[in-house]
Antibody, heavy 118, light 112 residues
């Protein structure tokens, strides 16, 4: 089970910060990456990035300059920070478990809506 | 504009089979056997139905099958059921240039 948490409203130019708490799974597994995917309202999916338990991270090239991810294995949590947000960053943000080979998504959180007003 | 191209909609009657296509390039679908497919019901998170082109996770019906030829992947659903009505997304891994996970724009399946 994965559960996102964080503010539902972020002002333009500020930083979006989300956490994902994992239960029933260990962040220490070497088989997985822990990822973020977003979905603007009524639109398709966009991969944001993923991080391993060792802190090795990858981000979508289009977002790389604004994305920071972290992992706290003691709390079984991982996090996303997205800086300098605009209305275009308004989306449902899903945290997810991604499997190492090919990074397919084997488990999803329920998602949390983050709105950046224009 | 999505990186992978899917038809916007497909439809079929209960019991029939449908196929959803997903077109990429030599840099993604054409180079890796890392295509996955996700089903999203309204108001819910997506759920994987196919990974690694044609593998099914446990618990997914064998009515779902996947294939790939060149730069195109496909998802076939046989014996359509009303509960198959959903939006389906294809996805492909790529590391050509920079690592990325690409998605198609989604295909709305209507079961008539």
């Amino acid at each position: 089970h994965l559960q996102e948490s964080g503010p539902g409203l972020v002002r333009p130019s500020e930083t979006l910060s989300l956490s994902c708490t994992v239960s029933g799974d260990s962040l220490n597994s070497p088989s997985y990456f822990w990822g973020w995917i977003r979905q603007p309202p009524a639109k398709g999916l966009e991969w944001v990035g993923a991080i391993s338990h060792t802190g090795n991270s990858f981000s979508a090239p289009s977002l790389k300059s604004r994305v920071t991810m972290g992992v706290d294995t003691s709390k079984n949590q991982f996090s996303l920070r997205l800086t300098s947000v605009t209305a275009a960053d308004t989306a449902i943000y899903f945290c997810a478990r991604q499997v190492g080979a090919g990074l397919w998504i084997s488990r999803w959180g329920q998602g949390t809506l983050v709105t950046v007003p224009s | 504009q999505s990186a992978l191209t899917q038809p916007a909609s497909v439809s079929g009657s209960p019991g029939q089979s449908i196929t959803i296509s997903c077109t990429g390039t030599n840099n993604d679908i054409g180079s890796y056997n890392y295509v996955s497919w996700y089903q999203q019901q309204p108001g819910s998170a997506p759920k994987v139905v196919i990974y690694h082109v044609s593998d099914r996770p446990s618990g997914v019906s064998n009515r779902f099958s996947g294939a790939k030829s060149g730069n195109m992947a496909s998802l076939t659903i046989s014996g359509l059921l009303p509960e198959d009505e959903a939006v389906y997304y294809c996805s492909s891994y790529t590391s050509a240039g920079a690592l990325d996970v690409l998605f198609g724009g989604g295909t709305k399946l209507t079961v008539l």
